[in-house]
């Protein structure tokens, strides 16, 4: 057993690694706070602030199970640790939980009666949970619900004799319209709605035809480019194209999910990348992210910033025209690219997801949601998931799935990574993250992969992030979520 003084010196030990620890969180060195206050835990696991720290520094990486763990660990050691509870409901709220998030947001107002920021956030949590429930009181079931898409003509909307803006001359978007339109976006113009409707309406159409799991043929000695999540940086979207070229049949791309949410640029990156999909299907490919969804729009700002810049009926025709992306992509029969994982359970073929009805808002459990959600791991095996959805799969995971599908690699998103791409699981797997200083805090480089055929050996190339219009991330999100971020 050791002695006391040992245990006094752990203790003291413990609380000089925390203050490490808390001065990487400032420099916005999350994984190294969480590593620092790990060695805290281990020398003193009773202490339950190095718990709820350690839960925040998982917040900010988006590991909100991880953090609801932690934060309930801290909880069970001081019930009447109100930071505790209040990191909890934090991670609950950026999950969509909303009611969970409520019953800790009025525990810390039991504890802390006269704490006015816990009251201002009881209140907003207050009108999250009441909005949630008038929604679910007037939803429709699905199979009642009608196409939004079909009820819009974009004819019928007059364009007045004013507008200065890109203008698409009857049905085709063409490539001039479409470098209009970004440089309009760079001056921080608006383009009119009639347009924005035609170029989303047409990329409907195009996405619905398509399957589940797409089939991509490169030609030798032709190229193919793929990008990770851009969420809504349209001035790093723009930087990719000046680094490698504008989408054509002879430069395609593929963009792997989370165009939109958390960068306040969302509806200039989705609608440049749903014109060149209008403009050429074969220039620009387009796979489902998580973020292309309902319940993530509503709480990291693309439903408010679609509202602000455009209407209401253009939030629900957003959320139409994602259910109809495709999840999953197969380059030259031997690269599959998702935007999250892999799956709870082996065995899954290519036909298994080719039969996915995608056309839904993504479910909480199956393969659509592991195919949206999951994450690699080191160890082998599989492990519940940080993010608290989804699972974390091992490198032997990934293996078995490529040899049974006849496959070199997988590709897939989902993850900030310091150098804009990570390579795992014995060079099988690599994460491509295109959105580069996430945010405007993570200090990441962003990047994308080059194929060449025949070889496709992947080329990495990596960028950093350019200046942008003072618009903060997040400005567009609902309040309550900016107020812990």
């Known amino acids: 057993m050791p002695t006391m003084a040992a245990e006094k010196s752990d203790v003291l030990l413990a609380e000089q690694i925390k203050q490490q620890a808390n001065e990487a969180f400032k420099a916005n060195k999350f994984s190294q706070a969480i590593d620092l206050y790990t060695k805290a835990i281990e020398l003193n696991g009773q202490n339950a602030v190095y718990w709820a720290n ?10 909100y199970g991880s953090a609801i763990q932690d934060a309930s660990r801290a909880i069970e050691i001081d019930p009447k640790y109100s930071k505790g509870y209040y990191r909890r409901g934090a991670a609950y709220l950026s999950m969509g939980k909303f009611k969970d998030a409520l019953k800790d947001f009025q525990q810390v ?29 007037i939803s429709v079931p699905t199979s009642e619900q009608r196409s939004v898409a079909e009820s819009i003509d974009f004819r019928t909307i007059d364009v007045e004799p ?48 398509l399957p589940s799991l797409v ?47 958390r960068g306040s640029f969302s509806v200039e990156v989705i609608l440049t990348l749903f014109a060149f999909k209008c403009m050429s299907p074969s220039a620009i490919h387009l796979s489902r992210g998580n973020h292309e969804s309902k319940s993530m729009n509503k709480i990291y ?45 082996d065995g899954v073929k290519l036909s298994d997801i080719r039969a996915i009805d995608r056309f839904c808002e993504p479910p909480e459990e199956g393969l659509m949601c592991e195919i949206l959600w999951s994450d690699p791991q080191p160890n082998p095996g599989r492990g519940p998931s940080k993010r608290g959805v989804g699972l974390s799969f091992g490198g032997d995971v990934t293996k078995r799935f490529l040899k049974d599908n006849n496959l070199d690699l997988v590709v897939r998103s989902h993850e900030v990574k310091d150098e804009g791409y990570e390579i795992e699981h014995d060079g099988k797997l690599i994460t491509v993250f295109s959105a580069p200083n996430y945010c405007d805090q993570m200090g990441n480089k962003g990047a994308f992969i080059r194929f060449e055929a025949p070889s496709m050996e992947p080329k990495i190339v990596t960028f950093s992030a350019v200046p942008h219009p003072d618009v903060k991330p997040m400005a567009f999100a609902s309040n309550f979520l900016r107020m812990f971020n």
């Open 54 to 63: 350690r839960a925040f520094s998982h917040a900010k990486l988006e590991e």
């Open 109 to 137: 107002k039991r504890i802390s009666p006269n704490d006015p920021d816990a009251s201002k956030k009881l209140k907003e949590c207050e009108k999250a949970v009441t909005k949630l429930k008038f929604a679910e009181a």
């Open 162 to 209: 004013q507008y200065a803006g890109a203008r698409i001359e009857g049905d085709v978007i063409t490539l001039d319209f479409v470098k209009q339109m970004m440089d309009d976006f760079k001056n921080q113009k608006s383009l009119h709605k009639r347009y924005a409707f035609q170029i989303v309406l047409q990329t409907r159409e195009i996405l619905m035809a």
């Open 215 to 261: 089939d991509i043929n490169v030609p030798d000695g032709k190229h193919f480019t793929v990008c990770g999540d851009v969420h809504g940086q349209f001035f790093d979207l723009l930087n990719i194209f000046e680094l490698n070229g504008l989408p054509s049949d002879e430069n395609p791309y593929l963009f792997n999910g989370d165009f939109v949410d």
């Open 301 to 345: 700002g693309f439903e408010g910033e679609v509202r602000s810049k455009l209407s209401d009926k253009f939030v629900e025709l957003f959320a139409e025209v994602f259910c109809y992306l495709p999840l999953a992509h197969v380059i030259n029969e031997k690269i599959f690219v998702v935007h999250g994982g892999l799956f709870s359970t």
